[in-house]
């Protein structure tokens, strides 16, 4: 039997009664670091058949079973060899690969940065095999979708398509590691997740004992950490390069390599055909519209997005957090029978293969998104609101029907189409960053047991809530946060493309933060007497990089500056008597590290103060929201121009 590795010996072993192959292969890097591998296929022989090759990398294990490779909602989880099969029954070869350092590969796993090397050389090795075609198809889900960008930016030829699924950094900087230049902790709470799994501790008894028993929220509660002071603490090379991602503050060389930056490589990105997955509460949303959007207008090979109402890789739930999103908000059932099949005929279609037996198997539409909204707004059996939703198609994103729209700001608390024309108008809080605003939902992964991603009524923050406290006040009952609302609709607004806001400020402070968060005010009724405000996006700003992310600048305290804090996109029906609602603040922990206020980076901070925080809102300083509307300006022409909105309290 042909070994692929003469350095290794390897044996083909029948699974599911001989009806699957599975062969380990040790691929070699060009540091003579090996790589194991598992190749599937539905012969003993490969070689006696060159075929496409699907290849996914991951850190979690090639054979370990994930939560995120779900096939249908109502089905048992599948097996890594049960995905093999489907696919090696339709006519691949199937390789599952331990990224570097993780499983049984050799070498020291560092997150990220060394995967777009080890992409491109596995690539290229798997390629010339005698039981490859030639062309190989990257697949996977988060990390091994960020390994797709990755090989992708290297240039890897041979790569004919990439199916990425909530993932792909365009720029980790912006999404994924870093936002608005605040620091991203989830990177803590994966770490610590995956170094309870990692290589050390299966080797070292006391050492998975001591990270099992780590006090993830006490820890969190004593920031910031110093090297030797973090939950990393007994696994030096996780703390370590956990310490060296939060350092590094600046845009700067650190990021400007391919595997973090695919904006800085497009050019290198094979002209293979691509699909973008991804979710409204999903961390990677800006990466996975712009490799979209990108790719779409640089390559001829097509590229295709889909963005349904999912957390993170969870597109056979209907539901995120406390919000259900209907029957029609599921992958599987809708868009196909299930997702293994979804992507068998999106393989086929981007390799050119015809599937006669299929009445689906022309294009799929550019753009395929799910618009959240048009539900009944009560709660359902299993206690989550019901917002609804339905799927929609386009050739393009932002959607070809909706145009960007300016709301204004206004200091008694409204969002209005009206220019402001007072002289001086602002509102002032105290922001405290020994008592940062609570993340309540979101577009957060890998954030348990501190944080969860999806949905919430941010009017009732409850004991799930980290840094929430008793009563549990609505958030925008804080003094540190400014809500500003419309009045209620007159009619459905469907909003579905970026959102951002330019505000003017002005801070007592070296340095602040500001944060938006664009929410769904649903009226009361029976089941929510005080209304559902539901979360949709967020953003946040770190005011020193105000001129530039590559230099940080400080502010001079009572100066005016504008500022623009940009949101990831969204998608969703605000239902005639609902109210589109902006909140601004300075904080949003524990999604992101809090800024002290001092100047110093927060990585190397011991010590907090108090900022006064301003936010201007008059006609020399118009802060405003910007949103995509459907039909633009005229959605939001309310019949009496007069109404003034109620005052929030």
Known sequence: MTCYDTSHTCRPEPLQGGALWRRTLRVPMRD???????????????????????????????RAQRGSDQDCGDAPLPRPEDIARHFTEARYHVVRQDCRGRGDSEGTFVKYLGEGRDGADTIDWLRNQPWCDGRVVMTGVSYSAHVQAAAAAEGATGLAAMFQDSGGFSCAYDAGMRMGGAFELKQVTWALRHAVQSPEAA???????????VDVT???????????????????????????QWR?????????????????????FPDAPSLHMGSWYDPYVRSTIENFTTLQGLKSAPSYLVMGPWTHGHRCETYAGD???????????????????????????ALGRKDEGNPQSGDLPAVQY????????????????????????????????????????????????????????????????????????????????????????????????????????????RPDVISLTTPPLERDVVLAGPVSAKLHISTTAPDTDFTIKLIDVHPPNADYPHGFAMNLTDGIVRC???????????????????IEVTAPDTANRFAAGHRIRLDVSSSNFPRFDVNTNTGEPEAAARRAALAVNTVHMDAEHPSHLCVWLEGGADALAWPDETATPPQRH
Not at 203 to 213: F, G, K, T
Not at 335 to 341: F, G
Not at 430 to 438: G, I, L, Y
Not at 544 to 562: A, D, M, N, Q, T
């Open 323 to 349: 919000v259900d999103f209907g029957p029609r908000a599921a992958l599987d059932g809708n868009l196909a029978p299930s997702y293994l099949e979804f992507r068998r005929r999106w393989f086929d279609r």
């Open 32 to 62: 003579g670091v090996r790589l194991a591998a598992d190749l599937y296929s539905a012969s003993p022989e490969p070689e006696a058949t060159a075929l496409p090759v699907l290849l996914e990398r991951t850190p979690y294990g090639r």
């Open 218 to 244: 006490g820890w969190f509660g004593a920031m910031p950490w110093r090297p030797g002071c973090t939950p990393l603490r007994h696994l030096s090379a996780y703390e370590d390069f956990l310490l060296e």
């Open 203 to 213: 080797a070292d008894p006391v050492l998975a004992e001591q990270l099992l028993r």
């Open 544 to 562: 020193r990089f105000h001129r530039s992310y590559e230099k940080p600048e400080l502010l001079i305290p009572g100066e005016v500056y504008e």
């Open 248 to 268: 590094q503050d600046t845009f700067g060389d650190y990021y400007r390599i391919p595997a973090l930056y695919g904006r800085g490589f497009y050019e290198r």
């Open 370 to 477: 799910f618009l959240m909204g048009g539900g009944g707004g009560r709660r359902d059996a299993a206690g989550r609101m019901q917002h609804g939703g339905d799927w929609r198609t386009d050739t393009q994103w932002p959607p070809a029907s909706t145009a960007p729209v300016v709301l204004y700001l206004t200091a008694d608390g409204a969002l209005t189409l009206d220019s402001l024309t007072v002289a001086a108008a602002s509102v002032t809080y105290d922001f405290d960053p020994r008592h940062p605003v609570p993340t309540m939902g979101g577009q957060v992964t890998s954030g348990e047991p501190v944080m969860t991603g999806g949905a919430y009524d941010q009017n009732t923050p409850d004991g799930r809530v980290h840094g929430a406290r008793e009563p549990y006040l609505p958030l925008d009952s």
